[in-house]
């Protein structure tokens, strides 16, 4: 669904090992979709005083120290909901209804918080448009 591009931004030639990394993915015949939205990770940057993206779209990270992979994770849990046609959606649900076991078989749940007051729980869940449009016709409320 995703091509993530991880570069070693210190590496002498990083230019020529990025080209050299498209042509591969260019030969190997690859959707153009997927070409397109390849995800550009420029690693190591806190080895390089004052770093700067040397693409525009790049993400700058440091694994080491955990810059910049709050952006990145975001960045790839958006383009894959956009690659798999789904959404991320917050749900309530009668907990004395069949909504909340439909959801876990039918979409990815993610989290579940329990209003115990009024038997309701809000449910967070990744699903795709047509399961959505099928829970919203089996429970319309």
């Keep these: ?21 498209l042509s591969v993915l260019k030969n ?3 959707p153009s ?3 397109d939205s390849m995800v550009e990770v420029q690693n190591k940057v806190d080895l390089i005083e004052r770093y700067k993206p040397t693409e525009e779209s790049a993400l700058a990270v440091s694994a080491l120290h955990g810059h910049g992979l709050e952006e990145l994770k975001e960045e790839i ?3 894959i909901l956009t690659a798999t046609g789904k959404k991320i959606l ?11 076991s439909w959801l ?25 448009n047509s ?3 099928r829970y919203k016709n089996l429970f319309p409320n």
């Design 131 to 133: 399961a959505f449009g």
């Design 33 to 35: 979709h997927l070409l």
């Design 1 to 21: 669904d995703l091509i993530v591009h991880v570069r070693d931004i210190t590496h002498p030639e990083t230019i020529l090992q990025k080209a050299t990394v």
């Design 104 to 128: 876990y078989k039918e979409a990815t749940v993610q989290e579940v918080e329990v209003m115990p007051e009024d038997g309701t729980a809000r449910v967070k869940v990744i699903i795709g």
């Design 28 to 30: 190997l015949n690859l």
């Design 90 to 100: 917050t749900v309530n649900v009668n907990l004395e209804g069949p909504q909340l």
């Design 77 to 79: 849990e958006k383009k």
